[in-house]
């Protein structure tokens, strides 16, 4: 598996073994997120503890596993999820996978919105950039030499038949 890759969940906090973001790390998460968002004049999100708790519980468990997989518990959250080799990434960059994913995306109805003809080479983009999304919530966990990202979002994105933004 190549490490510093992506797949569709969730975001852990900056610099810590728990998952536990601090405040420092959300403020710049969020930040990261929202400028994206209003370079293409969308609503910011919000911050939601809550979904950075469920995020940091879900980043601890797959840091634990090295690996990476979709939490099955979220009813109505998108995930962004992202895996990468302990203290060489930070959050800027890890979120930065997520939005270089930009340069493969088409403004199209989902799930025909990636350039390749692959949604899931642009689901982390999109996710962030949903039109309908509101609140965000991430952590990093570190176990195991890696460290594991997970952002959650309320509401989901990427629902088929629908225009990101």
């Keep these: ?12 906090s900056a610099g810590t073994r728990s998952g536990h ?3 420092v790390s959300a403020s710049e998460l969020l930040d990261i997120h929202n400028r994206e968002r209003a ?8 911050w939601s503890p809550q979904l950075a708790r469920q995020a940091g519980e879900w980043a601890i468990k797959l840091a634990r596993t090295s690996g990476l997989a979709h939490s099955t518990g979220g009813s109505g959250m998108g995930e962004n999820l992202w895996i990468g080799t302990r203290g060489t990434w930070t959050p800027d960059q890890m979120l930065g996978f997520f939005l270089a ?65």
Aim: proline share 7%.
């Design 39 to 46: 370079r293409l004049g969308l609503v910011p999100l919000q």
């Design 101 to 165: 994913e930009r340069s493969k995306f088409r403004d199209a109805r989902f799930p025909h919105v990636s350039r390749t003809g692959n949604w899931a080479d642009v689901g982390h983009y999109t996710q962030i950039v949903w039109h309908d999304t509101r609140e965000v919530g991430c952590a990093i966990a570190t176990a195991n030499q890696v460290d594991v990202l997970v952002c959650r979002y309320y509401p989901a994105g990427n629902v088929v038949g629908q225009s990101p933004y």
């Design 21 to 23: 973001i601090d405040p």
């Design 1 to 12: 598996m190549p490490l510093g890759r992506g797949t569709s969940e969730a975001v852990a």
